[in-house]
């Protein structure tokens, strides 16, 4: 079926118009008609081709909701109208133990992406939201709560499951100390989630200027991770802490604040690597240095229904289709609290 999009044609160049062919719904098939779609960082890091794998032509944006259109005649969980969401992924082997488990985003075989993965029914690469629909495995749908601000719903699809996911399987409970490290678009939706799963949340950051923000959203304390004073108050008195910041940094200070049997999580992805951490605090309070990618199609559910019992959603700044180029020099400074998302049904100038 023809799709009318936006997409990277080179590395180089900027996102345009772009229409292309979806596939026609299949048997276990969703057809959905995008409301909102998440700008997420690595939209842009896919889009000029940083990490080296990017096939153009490229349609980015994998934080996805909006209605449906239509389903394939097997599918029972989903009808037209319902309000949904797709996220990372939008395939998966379905048989490895992984797959067997219920954690297809870490598939032996390699999930398949949203956009840029192998289009497994008619071929080529899969592309994105930034466009005005698309047809996805039903498998791979999530319910989306009627009660949220649909477009504020966008970024939990990743950055609120990629957050969520460690919390749960870390099993962080009432009464424990989380630190989150980086108040961006990942780092707040750590501090909102664990704020309401009860924790006491610590918030490190280089930026003084973030501290009120931090404390609105749910933080306890607000550490700036420069002033050594501030992080020596903080020592051994950490469960867990999650690293959501994308660049390379000294993870020592951080592995000082976490009690015995504590854990370093890295959520965030850097450019280059961190700086190799002092083997004897991890030796002699059996600390972990762990990581975490995005979460599985049931953790995203879950998420999803505890966002909509809580009234949690991502603070986020509402762009049209043709700002995504702004948006995206923006991120680059920084200048977005905490997350940019295209309206699809937003007319154009």
């Not at 490895?96 to 488990?101: A, D, G, M």
């Not at 100390?177 to 780092?187: C, D, F, Q, S, T």
């Not at 850097?270 to 762990?290: C, Q």
Request: net charge negative.
């Amino acid at each position: 079926m023809q799709v009318t999009g936006l997409a990277a044609k080179s590395a180089t160049t900027p996102l345009e118009p772009f229409e292309f062919q979806r596939r026609e719904l299949q048997s276990g098939d969703v057809h959905i008609d995008i409301h909102y779609c998440g700008v997420c960082h690595s939209d842009l890091h896919m889009a000029r081709n940083e990490w080296g794998v990017s096939q153009f032509p490229l349609v980015p944006g994998h934080e996805i909701v909006g209605r449906v259109i239509s389903t394939g005649s097997d599918v029972t969980a989903f009808k037209a109208g319902d309000l949904v969401g797709v996220g990372v992924m939008v395939d998966s082997c379905g048989h490895c133990s992984q797959c067997n488990q219920g954690e297809e985003q870490y598939c032996e075989a390699g999930y398949t992406a949203t956009y840029n993965g192998d289009e497994k029914v008619i071929g080529g690469k899969t592309f994105g939201g930034y466009a005005d629909s698309i047809v996805v495995d039903s498998k791979f749908v999530v319910t989306v709560p009627e009660s949220l601000e649909l477009s504020a719903v966008a970024p939990l699809l990743c950055a609120g499951v990629t957050t969520w996911s460690p919390l749960k399987h870390w099993n962080v409970q009432p009464g424990q100390k989380v630190g989150v490290i980086g108040l961006g678009g990942l780092g707040h939706m750590a501090v909102k989630l664990a704020h309401a799963m009860g924790a006491e949340v610590v918030l490190f950051t280089t930026s003084p200027s973030k501290g009120s923000d931090a404390l609105r959203l749910g933080a306890s304390k607000v550490v700036v991770s420069k002033d050594a004073a501030q992080m020596a108050a903080e020592v051994s008195s950490l469960d867990i802490i999650l690293d959501c910041v994308a660049a390379p940094h000294d993870l020592d200070p951080y592995l000082n604040t976490l009690k015995a049997n504590g854990h370093l999580v890295l959520v965030g992805i850097p450019d280059a690597p961190h700086t190799s951490p002092d083997v004897a605090p991890i030796v002699f309070r059996r600390l972990s240095i762990s990581g975490t990618s995005i979460g599985s199609i049931r953790e995203t559910q879950e998420m999803l229904h505890f966002c909509g019992q809580h009234n949690i959603v991502s603070d986020v700044e509402v762009i049209r289709l043709d700002e995504v180029e702004t948006a995206f020099e923006r991120m680059l400074k920084g200048e977005v609290k905490y997350r940019f998302v295209i309206d699809m049904k937003a007319a154009r100038p």
